[in-house]
Protein backbone atom coordinates (compact mmCIF):
# COMPACT_ATOMS: atom_id res chain seq x y z
CA UNK A 1 0.00 0.00 0.00
CA UNK A 2 1.02 3.79 -0.80
CA UNK A 3 1.33 6.12 1.66
CA UNK A 4 -0.99 8.59 1.14
CA UNK A 5 -0.83 12.98 1.26
CA UNK A 6 -3.42 15.28 1.22
CA UNK A 7 -2.25 18.04 -1.30
CA UNK A 8 -5.40 20.38 -1.47
CA UNK A 9 -8.08 21.54 0.69
CA UNK A 10 -11.06 23.98 -0.05
CA UNK A 11 -14.06 25.01 1.59
CA UNK A 12 -17.30 27.48 1.56
CA UNK A 13 -18.20 29.38 4.49
CA UNK A 14 -20.76 27.83 6.57
CA UNK A 15 -24.20 29.49 6.81
CA UNK A 16 -27.66 30.04 5.71
CA UNK A 17 -26.60 30.39 1.90
CA UNK A 18 -29.54 30.37 -0.21
CA UNK A 19 -28.02 31.72 -2.93
CA UNK A 20 -26.07 28.82 -3.45
CA UNK A 21 -27.35 25.29 -4.47
CA UNK A 22 -26.18 22.08 -3.49
CA UNK A 23 -23.87 21.58 -7.14
CA UNK A 24 -22.62 25.49 -6.63
CA UNK A 25 -21.41 24.98 -3.08
CA UNK A 26 -19.45 21.60 -3.80
CA UNK A 27 -18.43 23.53 -7.27
CA UNK A 28 -16.30 26.47 -4.81
CA UNK A 29 -15.05 23.59 -1.95
CA UNK A 30 -13.63 21.40 -5.30
CA UNK A 31 -12.58 24.11 -7.31
CA UNK A 32 -10.84 25.89 -4.89
CA UNK A 33 -9.20 22.53 -3.39
CA UNK A 34 -7.96 21.33 -6.58
CA UNK A 35 -6.17 24.96 -7.25
CA UNK A 36 -4.53 24.83 -3.72
CA UNK A 37 -3.48 21.23 -5.15
CA UNK A 38 -2.01 23.05 -8.15
CA UNK A 39 -4.26 20.05 -10.35
CA UNK A 40 -6.61 20.54 -12.79
CA UNK A 41 -8.83 17.20 -13.03
CA UNK A 42 -8.73 14.38 -10.43
CA UNK A 43 -9.54 10.50 -11.28
CA UNK A 44 -11.73 10.06 -9.21
CA UNK A 45 -14.35 11.89 -7.10
CA UNK A 46 -15.97 10.76 -3.65
CA UNK A 47 -18.92 12.82 -2.49
CA UNK A 48 -20.11 12.39 1.33
CA UNK A 49 -23.75 13.53 2.04
CA UNK A 50 -26.89 12.50 3.69
CA UNK A 51 -29.99 14.69 2.97
CA UNK A 52 -30.17 15.50 -0.37
CA UNK A 53 -32.41 12.81 -1.86
CA UNK A 54 -34.48 13.93 1.33
CA UNK A 55 -34.50 18.19 1.46
CA UNK A 56 -33.04 18.87 -2.10
CA UNK A 57 -34.84 15.72 -3.90
CA UNK A 58 -31.33 14.71 -5.69
CA UNK A 59 -29.48 11.55 -5.37
CA UNK A 60 -26.83 10.64 -8.00
CA UNK A 61 -24.65 13.45 -6.64
CA UNK A 62 -21.49 11.86 -7.92
CA UNK A 63 -22.29 11.93 -11.48
CA UNK A 64 -24.25 15.49 -10.68
CA UNK A 65 -21.17 17.09 -9.16
CA UNK A 66 -18.67 16.13 -10.96
CA UNK A 67 -20.34 17.17 -14.32
CA UNK A 68 -21.01 20.69 -13.21
CA UNK A 69 -17.12 20.87 -11.38
CA UNK A 70 -16.15 20.42 -15.42
CA UNK A 71 -14.60 16.68 -14.56
CA UNK A 72 -17.36 14.98 -16.78
CA UNK A 73 -16.18 10.85 -17.90
CA UNK A 74 -14.50 10.55 -14.52
CA UNK A 75 -15.29 7.91 -11.67
CA UNK A 76 -17.67 9.48 -9.49
CA UNK A 77 -19.33 7.96 -6.16
CA UNK A 78 -21.51 9.12 -3.41
CA UNK A 79 -21.20 8.09 0.17
CA UNK A 80 -23.61 8.20 3.01
CA UNK A 81 -23.30 7.27 6.06
CA UNK A 82 -25.40 9.59 8.48
CA UNK A 83 -23.65 12.52 9.74
CA UNK A 84 -20.21 10.42 9.45
CA UNK A 85 -20.82 10.64 4.78
CA UNK A 86 -17.93 13.08 4.81
CA UNK A 87 -15.60 11.28 7.00
CA UNK A 88 -16.51 7.98 5.44
CA UNK A 89 -16.64 9.43 1.75
CA UNK A 90 -12.41 10.40 2.77
CA UNK A 91 -12.03 6.56 3.88
CA UNK A 92 -12.84 5.48 0.70
CA UNK A 93 -10.67 8.04 -1.40
CA UNK A 94 -7.44 6.91 0.54
CA UNK A 95 -8.23 3.43 0.45
CA UNK A 96 -8.42 4.57 -3.67
CA UNK A 97 -4.85 5.91 -3.71
CA UNK A 98 -3.44 4.31 -1.31
CA UNK A 99 -4.00 0.70 -3.35
CA UNK A 100 -2.86 2.40 -6.22
CA UNK A 101 -6.10 2.57 -8.09
CA UNK A 102 -5.75 6.01 -8.41
CA UNK A 103 -3.39 8.57 -8.30
CA UNK A 104 -4.95 11.59 -7.50
CA UNK A 105 -8.55 11.71 -5.62
CA UNK A 106 -11.29 14.31 -4.65
CA UNK A 107 -13.21 14.72 -1.67
CA UNK A 108 -16.26 16.43 -1.46
CA UNK A 109 -18.44 17.02 1.63
CA UNK A 110 -21.74 18.86 0.84
CA UNK A 111 -25.08 19.60 2.60
CA UNK A 112 -27.89 22.10 2.12
CA UNK A 113 -30.15 21.53 5.31
CA UNK A 114 -31.96 25.17 5.48
CA UNK A 115 -34.09 25.34 2.48
CA UNK A 116 -36.78 23.44 4.09
CA UNK A 117 -38.70 24.09 7.06
CA UNK A 118 -37.26 23.19 10.44
CA UNK A 119 -39.46 19.99 11.01
CA UNK A 120 -38.86 18.72 7.68
CA UNK A 121 -35.21 18.36 8.06
CA UNK A 122 -35.75 17.60 11.61
CA UNK A 123 -37.46 14.51 10.08
CA UNK A 124 -34.46 13.91 7.60
CA UNK A 125 -32.24 13.88 10.63
CA UNK A 126 -34.19 11.09 12.62
CA UNK A 127 -33.38 8.72 9.16
CA UNK A 128 -30.05 8.41 10.76
CA UNK A 129 -31.52 6.57 13.85
CA UNK A 130 -33.96 3.63 13.62
CA UNK A 131 -36.67 3.73 12.11
CA UNK A 132 -39.08 0.85 13.25
CA UNK A 133 -37.15 1.22 17.18
CA UNK A 134 -36.98 4.58 17.76
CA UNK A 135 -38.07 7.10 14.87
CA UNK A 136 -41.63 5.49 14.99
CA UNK A 137 -41.38 6.60 18.93
CA UNK A 138 -41.45 10.31 17.66
CA UNK A 139 -37.67 10.13 19.19
CA UNK A 140 -35.89 13.34 17.15
CA UNK A 141 -32.13 13.31 17.32
CA UNK A 142 -31.68 15.93 19.73
CA UNK A 143 -34.18 13.76 21.98
CA UNK A 144 -31.47 10.52 22.07
CA UNK A 145 -28.33 12.98 22.71
CA UNK A 146 -30.93 14.11 25.20
CA UNK A 147 -30.81 10.92 26.76
CA UNK A 148 -27.69 10.10 26.94
CA UNK A 149 -26.85 13.36 27.98
CA UNK A 150 -29.61 12.40 31.18
CA UNK A 151 -27.86 9.21 31.68
CA UNK A 152 -24.28 10.66 31.57
CA UNK A 153 -25.43 13.24 34.41
CA UNK A 154 -27.03 10.83 36.65
CA UNK A 155 -24.60 8.25 36.46
CA UNK A 156 -21.51 10.14 37.18
CA UNK A 157 -22.97 13.09 39.23
CA UNK A 158 -22.35 15.61 36.72
CA UNK A 159 -24.42 18.84 36.89
CA UNK A 160 -25.32 20.37 33.51
CA UNK A 161 -22.98 23.76 33.44
CA UNK A 162 -19.83 21.45 33.55
CA UNK A 163 -20.69 21.14 29.43
CA UNK A 164 -20.45 25.16 29.24
CA UNK A 165 -16.66 25.05 28.46
CA UNK A 166 -17.31 22.95 25.45
CA UNK A 167 -19.49 25.46 23.99
CA UNK A 168 -17.46 28.53 25.16
CA UNK A 169 -14.84 26.75 23.52
CA UNK A 170 -15.76 26.11 20.44
CA UNK A 171 -17.25 29.72 20.29
CA UNK A 172 -14.03 31.32 21.01
CA UNK A 173 -12.23 29.56 18.23
CA UNK A 174 -15.28 30.19 15.61
CA UNK A 175 -14.44 33.79 16.37
CA UNK A 176 -10.74 33.64 14.64
CA UNK A 177 -12.50 31.14 11.83
CA UNK A 178 -13.79 33.54 8.34
CA UNK A 179 -16.00 30.18 7.33
CA UNK A 180 -17.44 29.86 10.66
CA UNK A 181 -21.67 30.25 11.04
CA UNK A 182 -20.82 31.62 14.63
CA UNK A 183 -18.14 34.52 14.83
CA UNK A 184 -19.13 35.36 18.54
CA UNK A 185 -17.68 34.10 22.32
CA UNK A 186 -20.22 33.33 24.65
CA UNK A 187 -19.88 33.79 28.44
CA UNK A 188 -21.03 30.95 30.98
CA UNK A 189 -23.79 33.25 31.86
CA UNK A 190 -25.12 33.00 28.08
CA UNK A 191 -25.02 29.49 28.17
CA UNK A 192 -27.07 29.17 31.44
CA UNK A 193 -29.54 31.40 29.89
CA UNK A 194 -30.21 29.85 26.88
CA UNK A 195 -33.09 28.33 25.80
CA UNK A 196 -33.92 24.29 26.61
CA UNK A 197 -34.02 22.17 23.67
CA UNK A 198 -35.00 18.65 24.68
CA UNK A 199 -33.70 18.64 28.35
CA UNK A 200 -31.11 18.50 29.47
CA UNK A 201 -29.70 19.69 25.94
CA UNK A 202 -30.05 23.74 25.59
CA UNK A 203 -29.20 25.70 22.51
CA UNK A 204 -26.06 26.06 22.74
CA UNK A 205 -24.92 22.52 23.64
CA UNK A 206 -26.26 21.75 20.38
CA UNK A 207 -25.02 22.63 17.23
CA UNK A 208 -26.70 24.40 13.96
CA UNK A 209 -29.07 23.75 11.16
CA UNK A 210 -26.79 25.00 8.36
CA UNK A 211 -25.45 24.60 4.85
CA UNK A 212 -21.43 24.11 3.63
CA UNK A 213 -19.66 22.01 1.41
CA UNK A 214 -15.52 21.22 1.88
CA UNK A 215 -13.00 19.29 -0.24
CA UNK A 216 -9.41 17.66 -0.39
CA UNK A 217 -7.25 16.81 -2.80
CA UNK A 218 -5.28 12.96 -1.90
CA UNK A 219 -2.40 11.50 -3.68
CA UNK A 220 0.69 9.42 -3.40
CA UNK A 221 3.20 10.63 -1.19
CA UNK A 222 5.87 10.52 -4.35
CA UNK A 223 3.54 12.75 -6.51
CA UNK A 224 2.89 14.94 -3.27
CA UNK A 225 6.18 15.84 -3.31
CA UNK A 226 6.22 17.06 -6.92
CA UNK A 227 3.05 19.11 -6.57
CA UNK A 228 3.18 20.05 -3.28
CA UNK A 229 4.19 23.75 -2.43
CA UNK A 230 3.16 23.71 1.52
CA UNK A 231 3.73 21.81 3.78
CA UNK A 232 2.67 17.98 3.44
CA UNK A 233 -0.05 16.29 5.52
CA UNK A 234 0.16 12.50 5.66
CA UNK A 235 -2.35 9.92 6.17
CA UNK A 236 -1.25 7.75 9.17
CA UNK A 237 -4.36 5.63 9.91
CA UNK A 238 -8.21 5.60 9.03
CA UNK A 239 -10.63 3.34 10.66
CA UNK A 240 -14.22 3.01 10.80
CA UNK A 241 -16.36 1.14 13.27
CA UNK A 242 -19.77 0.46 14.04
CA UNK A 243 -22.56 -0.13 16.74
CA UNK A 244 -26.28 -0.17 16.86
CA UNK A 245 -28.78 2.12 15.38
CA UNK A 246 -30.65 2.51 18.30
CA UNK A 247 -29.65 3.15 21.64
CA UNK A 248 -31.75 0.34 23.93
CA UNK A 249 -29.61 -2.41 21.63
CA UNK A 250 -26.28 -0.75 22.95
CA UNK A 251 -24.32 -3.06 25.14
CA UNK A 252 -23.03 -0.04 27.04
CA UNK A 253 -24.82 3.55 26.65
CA UNK A 254 -21.77 5.85 27.98
CA UNK A 255 -18.91 3.92 26.14
CA UNK A 256 -19.14 4.65 22.60
CA UNK A 257 -17.99 1.12 21.83
CA UNK A 258 -17.66 2.53 17.96
CA UNK A 259 -15.52 5.06 18.63
CA UNK A 260 -13.60 3.52 20.65
CA UNK A 261 -12.80 0.73 18.69
CA UNK A 262 -11.94 3.13 15.52
CA UNK A 263 -9.81 5.13 17.55
CA UNK A 264 -7.83 2.18 18.81
CA UNK A 265 -7.85 0.29 14.95
CA UNK A 266 -6.16 4.22 13.99
CA UNK A 267 -3.82 4.21 16.94
CA UNK A 268 -2.37 0.81 15.94
CA UNK A 269 -2.34 1.87 12.50
CA UNK A 270 -0.07 4.90 13.29
CA UNK A 271 1.76 3.21 15.80
CA UNK A 272 0.39 6.19 18.06
CA UNK A 273 -1.56 6.89 21.32
CA UNK A 274 -3.22 9.15 22.44
CA UNK A 275 0.06 10.85 24.09
CA UNK A 276 1.04 11.71 20.27
CA UNK A 277 -2.07 13.58 19.22
CA UNK A 278 -1.46 17.63 19.31
CA UNK A 279 -4.87 18.45 18.34
CA UNK A 280 -8.54 16.32 18.42
CA UNK A 281 -11.12 17.77 15.75
CA UNK A 282 -14.09 15.76 17.65
CA UNK A 283 -17.98 15.35 16.81
CA UNK A 284 -19.15 17.70 19.14
CA UNK A 285 -22.62 17.85 17.05
CA UNK A 286 -23.92 17.73 21.01
CA UNK A 287 -21.53 18.46 24.17
CA UNK A 288 -22.28 15.27 25.21
CA UNK A 289 -20.62 14.06 22.56
CA UNK A 290 -17.61 16.24 22.89
CA UNK A 291 -17.32 14.58 26.45
CA UNK A 292 -17.53 10.97 25.20
CA UNK A 293 -15.07 11.08 22.20
CA UNK A 294 -12.56 12.09 24.33
CA UNK A 295 -13.34 9.30 26.67
CA UNK A 296 -13.48 6.97 24.18
CA UNK A 297 -10.74 8.00 22.67
CA UNK A 298 -8.33 7.61 25.41
CA UNK A 299 -7.59 11.29 26.61
CA UNK A 300 -9.88 10.79 29.95
CA UNK A 301 -11.12 8.12 32.11
CA UNK A 302 -14.97 7.37 31.82
CA UNK A 303 -16.83 10.34 33.64
CA UNK A 304 -13.98 12.72 33.19
CA UNK A 305 -14.51 13.84 30.00
CA UNK A 306 -16.24 17.43 31.30
CA UNK A 307 -13.61 17.50 33.72
CA UNK A 308 -10.83 18.23 30.81
CA UNK A 309 -12.95 21.08 29.59
CA UNK A 310 -13.31 22.52 32.71
CA UNK A 311 -9.65 22.74 33.38
CA UNK A 312 -8.89 24.50 30.22
CA UNK A 313 -6.97 21.17 28.55
CA UNK A 314 -9.17 21.33 25.75
CA UNK A 315 -8.14 25.01 24.57
CA UNK A 316 -5.98 26.39 21.98
CA UNK A 317 -3.07 25.99 24.71
CA UNK A 318 -4.15 23.41 26.00
CA UNK A 319 -2.86 19.51 26.61
CA UNK A 320 -5.40 18.54 23.95
CA UNK A 321 -6.88 21.21 21.99
CA UNK A 322 -10.52 19.99 20.55
CA UNK A 323 -12.62 21.92 18.04
CA UNK A 324 -9.50 24.45 16.78
CA UNK A 325 -11.80 26.29 14.07
CA UNK A 326 -15.39 26.21 16.05
CA UNK A 327 -16.13 22.59 15.98
CA UNK A 328 -19.80 21.38 14.71
CA UNK A 329 -21.50 24.46 17.82
CA UNK A 330 -19.13 27.10 16.24
CA UNK A 331 -18.58 26.54 13.11
CA UNK A 332 -21.36 24.61 11.93
CA UNK A 333 -22.53 21.07 11.41
CA UNK A 334 -23.42 20.54 7.43
CA UNK A 335 -23.98 17.07 8.87
CA UNK A 336 -22.80 14.97 5.41
CA UNK A 337 -20.10 17.61 5.20
CA UNK A 338 -18.76 17.64 8.61
CA UNK A 339 -16.25 15.06 8.40
CA UNK A 340 -14.45 16.56 5.86
CA UNK A 341 -14.40 20.16 7.41
CA UNK A 342 -13.15 18.41 10.68
CA UNK A 343 -10.19 17.28 8.24
CA UNK A 344 -9.68 20.97 6.46
CA UNK A 345 -9.34 22.28 9.79
CA UNK A 346 -6.82 19.73 10.89
CA UNK A 347 -4.67 20.07 7.80
CA UNK A 348 -5.06 23.98 8.44
CA UNK A 349 -3.28 23.41 11.85
CA UNK A 350 -0.63 20.78 10.81
CA UNK A 351 0.36 23.59 7.64
CA UNK A 352 0.89 25.97 10.37
CA UNK A 353 -1.77 28.43 8.65
CA UNK A 354 -4.45 28.50 11.67
CA UNK A 355 -3.39 32.08 12.22
CA UNK A 356 -4.71 33.26 16.00
CA UNK A 357 -6.11 29.80 16.48
CA UNK A 358 -2.72 27.86 15.61
CA UNK A 359 -1.49 25.28 17.92
CA UNK A 360 1.67 25.62 18.84
CA UNK A 361 3.77 23.39 17.16
CA UNK A 362 1.27 20.78 15.61
CA UNK A 363 2.13 17.73 14.28
CA UNK A 364 -0.01 15.29 14.36
CA UNK A 365 -3.24 15.40 14.79
CA UNK A 366 -6.83 13.44 14.65
CA UNK A 367 -10.16 13.86 13.59
CA UNK A 368 -13.22 11.77 14.56
CA UNK A 369 -16.31 11.91 12.56
CA UNK A 370 -20.13 10.30 14.27
CA UNK A 371 -22.84 8.99 12.13
CA UNK A 372 -26.19 9.13 14.20
CA UNK A 373 -25.62 8.42 17.63
CA UNK A 374 -22.68 6.46 17.53
CA UNK A 375 -23.62 3.62 15.29
CA UNK A 376 -21.08 5.14 12.93
CA UNK A 377 -17.23 6.29 14.04
CA UNK A 378 -14.14 6.82 11.45
CA UNK A 379 -11.64 8.05 13.24
CA UNK A 380 -8.35 9.90 11.12
CA UNK A 381 -5.02 10.31 11.80
CA UNK A 382 -2.93 12.91 10.02
CA UNK A 383 1.00 13.99 10.26
CA UNK A 384 3.34 16.89 8.92
CA UNK A 385 6.11 15.65 7.19
CA UNK A 386 8.57 17.22 8.18
Not at 26 to 37: E, N, P, S, V, Y
Not at 214 to 240: D, F, G, Y
Amino acid sequence: MRDVCIVGIGQTPIGELWDDSLRELAFKALRQAAADAGIERPEALYVGNMLAPRLSDQAHLGALIADYTGWRGIEATTVEAACASGGVAFQAAVRAVASGAVDVAAVCGVEKMTDDTPELVTSALATAADADFEGVQGASFVALNALIMQRYMYEYGVPHDAFAPFSINAHQNAVNNPNAMFQRAITLEDYKRASMIAAPINLYDSSPICDGAAAIILCPAEMARELAAKPLVRVLASATATDSLDLASRRDLLGLEAAQMSARKAYQQAELSPADIDVFEVHDAFSIMAALCLEAAGFAPRGQGTRLAQEGDITISGCIPISTMGGLKGRGHPVGATGVYELVDLVTQLRGEAGANQVKNAAVGMTQNIGGTGATVVTHILGRVE
